[in-house]
């Protein structure tokens, strides 16, 4: 590859991150309350790759940037020099693009995985600058285009980030049948739940050496962000209690929620969402299922528990249900058996320690699982064949952090779920 600056390695690039840091600066922002000297061995990064490694969301949060108690950081989308072929129309090899959004809320860590926030989906829904002005639940234009879907979790509801090599200018009007609900018992809230907007910001840098360029180039190289909007959690939940008989009184103060899935070629967002009820002891939880393009949602069905009165307990058990409810769509583990199953299986699932399970297809195996299931003693004391890797259940995501860097602790091997490379330390 050839270029004004002589050859560029094809795979080598540099992804720069928190370009409002001035590393010359010793000031204390007052309205974040951190100083700008930030440490990159110190500083948690969380990298979320698309399964294709074409591009990534890389979650920032210096530890000395939380003003309060909300985990406050800086989310940049980039791609890959792979992500960046075949769609610079200036065909400019020493420029990359990168977007960032910054004082966001970062909830996540709150959840099992990070996994399950970013997806591969078949459309895109575009609102123009005046659909965004409305209050209304006016559908916005769908385009039929590959993309990815990235999910930031921001306390109330989520961020919704639509991003692909594909730039606005290129896109035509799709097909999508829009009039055909895909819910079939489809609600209409009495406000509405979807809201487009606008909060990412471009920048240019330097290939090599992620140097800031200025002026940015006429088009976006290798990412672009086709569309935003937020799904309202919380507004979701009122709308369904304001809905139901008897059921306005049980506006919860203590709510929590996870996403599921996103199925239908990213059309819909599979929620569960989990509140300590205000009339009577205990909290209940409601699966619910989310057209992101029409802001309609439909009730799936009801659980509830009695013992859970504490906001901690209610956080895990949110994310005990979304597990489960997970496995039993993929039936795998003991589901792949009877996906009826009534007990608890959260407990097989776990991050492994090389980000992926090289031996996932017998997590589909029901014959795998028999033993375990119906074996002899009880169930605390059968010993499971194998555990299930987050990564089985949410296989859109690569999941990546500089954890072993911060810790001091070297990994021995790196490698890629779809890498023929393994990168070992000796």
Avoid at 25 to 31: A, K, L, N, P
Avoid at 369 to 392: E, F, H, L, N
Wanted: with cysteine.
């Amino acid at each position: 590859m050839g270029s004004s600056r002589g050859y560029i390695a094809p795979l080598l690039q540099t992804i720069p991150l928190l370009y409002e840091i001035d590393d010359d600066s010793d000031e204390v922002d007052t309205t974040l309350s951190f100083r700008r000297e930030i440490s990159p061995a110190c500083t948690p990064v969380k990298i979320l790759m698309s399964n294709d490694w074409r591009f990534g969301v890389a979650m920032v949060q210096p530890q000395n940037n939380w003003g309060d108690e909300d985990p406050i950081g800086t989310i940049i989308l980039f791609s890959t020099p792979k992500g960046c072929q075949g769609h610079n129309e200036d065909n400019d090899i020493s420029r990359v693009t990168t977007w960032q959004c910054t004082n966001v809320k970062m909830w996540a860590g709150s959840h099992f995985s990070y996994r399950n926030l970013l997806w591969q989906v078949d459309g895109v829904p575009i609102a123009t600058d005046q659909e965004r002005e409305r209050t209304t639940n006016d559908t916005p234009r769908i385009y039929k285009v590959p993309a990815t879907l990235f999910l930031n979790d921001e306390e109330d509801g989520f961020r919704l980030t639509w991003f692909s090599e594909y730039n606005l200018s290129s896109l035509k009007d799709g097909d999508f049948p829009i009039s055909s609900p895909v819910l079939t018992a489809a609600v209409l809230p009495s406000s509405p739940i979807v809201s487009f907007e606008a909060s990412w910001e471009r920048f240019d840098s330097d290939r090599l050496d992620g140097s800031r360029i200025l002026p940015i180039g006429k088009e976006p190289v290798g990412i672009c962000v086709l569309s935003e909007a937020y799904l309202h959690v919380e507004l979701v939940l009122r709308d369904v209690l304001s809905k139901r008989e008897k059921m306005e009184k049980e506006m919860p103060t203590e709510f929590f929620y996870n996403l599921v899935s996103v199925t239908n070629g990213g059309r819909v967002a599979e929620l569960i969402i989990v509140f300590i009820r205000t009339t009577r002891p205990g909290s209940l939880g409601l699966f619910v299922e989310v057209d992101l393009y029409t802001g309609q949602y439909q009730e799936e069905n009801w659980v509830k528990s009695i013992h859970i009165r504490h906001p901690s307990a209610l956080r895990l058990w949110g994310n005990t249900l979304a597990l489960n409810r997970r496995m039993k769509s993929l039936r795998v583990g003991p589901y792949a058996l009877d996906r009826d199953h009534m007990m608890d299986w959260s407990r097989l699932c776990s991050e492994m320690d090389r980000g992926f399970d090289p031996d996932e297809n017998d997590d589909f195996v029901p014959t795998f699982w028999d033993g375990y299931v119906d074996g002899q003693g009880t169930m605390a004391s059968r010993k499971p064949p194998k555990m299930i890797s987050y990564s089985t259940l949410y296989p859109d995501c690569d999941f990546i952090t500089n954890k072993s860097v911060a810790d001091f602790k070297p990994v021995v091997s790196l490698q890629g779920k779809y890498s023929s490379t393994d990168l070992v330390y000796s």
